[in-house]
């Protein structure tokens, strides 16, 4: 089954509209336009709420440090870095 591309998209440009279409647009603009508005208080409100969530989530997650015995380094240029290349190129000692 061959399909020719410009032939489908000429047929689909010359077909006439549906008729649904005719007032889509209209009416999508008045749903937007019934909706209710939020005040600037509100706005305000909301962004100082994100806001200070932040900062909570942020002092939470740093005050409680990870046990000792699972602190591992795995930083590219520390002392030990068990994932480095040439340490998984030895293989199992």
Do not use: K, W, Y
């Not at 005040?39 to 740093?62: E, K, N, P």
């Amino acid at each position: 089954m061959t399909t020719d591309l410009d032939t489908l998209l000429d047929r689909l440009r010359t077909a006439p509209l549906h008729p649904g279409l005719a007032g889509l647009e209209e009416a999508v603009l008045s749903r937007i336009a019934a909706r209710p508005q939020i005040s600037v208080a509100t706005q305000v409100r909301l962004g100082m709420a994100a806001a200070f969530g932040a900062v909570l989530l942020g002092v939470v997650s740093t005050g409680f440090p990870p046990p000792a015995a699972a602190s591992v380094t795995l930083s590219p240029f520390g002392p030990a870095n068990p994932l480095a290349p040439s340490t998984l190129l030895v293989g199992p000692r």
